[in-house]
């Protein structure tokens, strides 16, 4: 056993909240490539099946398109733009600096 503890300090709070970010980048990026894919297959059944049938409609592949990409804005605002941090306390830190 040893005699050696782990002292903890700020540098670790950091390191979870790197970790948990870069999970998150890591899951929205497999979104977007599920995404793709997906949407692709949908287009191509489309193009193949159906186009010679809309006569000016609207094809039905782009209300699953735009329904799953508004969901993946969402992601990448999650992942990309808001940090994680609570706004509350970022709120706060930005009245007490004024001061």
Same mark, same amino acid.
């Given at each position: 056993?040893?005699?050696?503890?782990?002292?903890?300090?700020?540098?670790?709070?950091?390191?979870?909240?790197?970790?948990?970010?870069?999970?998150?980048?890591?899951?929205?990026?497999?979104?977007?490539?599920?995404?793709? !894919?997906?949407? %692709? $297959?949908?287009? #191509?059944?489309?193009? /193949?099946?159906?186009?010679? +049938?809309?006569?000016?409609?609207?094809?039905?592949?782009?209300?699953?398109?735009?329904?799953?990409? !508004?969901?993946? %804005? $969402?992601?990448? #605002?999650?992942?990309? /733009?808001?940090?994680?941090? +609570?706004?509350v306390e970022r709120e706060?830190d930005k009245l007490k600096?004024?001061?």
């Open positions: 056993m040893s005699n050696f503890q782990r002292i903890s300090d700020a540098n670790d709070d950091k390191d979870k909240k790197l970790w948990e970010l870069a999970q998150k980048r890591v899951a929205f990026k497999r979104h977007l490539v599920t995404y793709v !894919i997906v949407n %692709a $297959f949908l287009w #191509a059944m489309w193009a /193949i099946n159906g186009p010679s +049938n809309y006569h000016g409609r609207i094809p039905w592949p782009l209300w699953s398109t735009i329904g799953w990409g !508004i969901g993946l %804005a $969402f992601h990448f #605002a999650g992942a990309y /733009i808001t940090t994680g941090e +609570n706004s706060y600096n004024k001061q």
